[in-house]
């Protein structure tokens, strides 16, 4: 691990910036798939359709160009 106190100040920030952004991501990664199962239940419980979720992650896995698939 790298030696914090031999960096400069505008190297500490840029390391601290580094982290800050490794520590978005990876809590992004933790909490996105339950937001998604919250937006589904939501959905479901608005009459909206399963199959059309389905679809629109399958659309994430392979580009598309319908960028904003409709849900309803």
């Known amino acids: 691990m790298q030696d914090l106190t031999q960096l400069t100040d505008p190297q500490l920030e840029e390391h601290r910036v580094a ?3 490794e520590l978005d991501r990876r809590n ?3 909490d996105i798939p339950n937001d998604i199962k919250r937006l589904a239940q939501d959905f479901a419980q ?3 359709d399963n199959a059309k979720l389905v679809t629109a992650v399958q659309d994430l896995e392979t ?3 319908n960028e904003n698939p409709t849900l309803e």
């Open 28 to 30: 992004k990664l933790h």
């Open 19 to 21: 982290l800050l952004a």
């Open 46 to 48: 608005l009459g909206g």
């Open 63 to 65: 580009p598309s160009s």
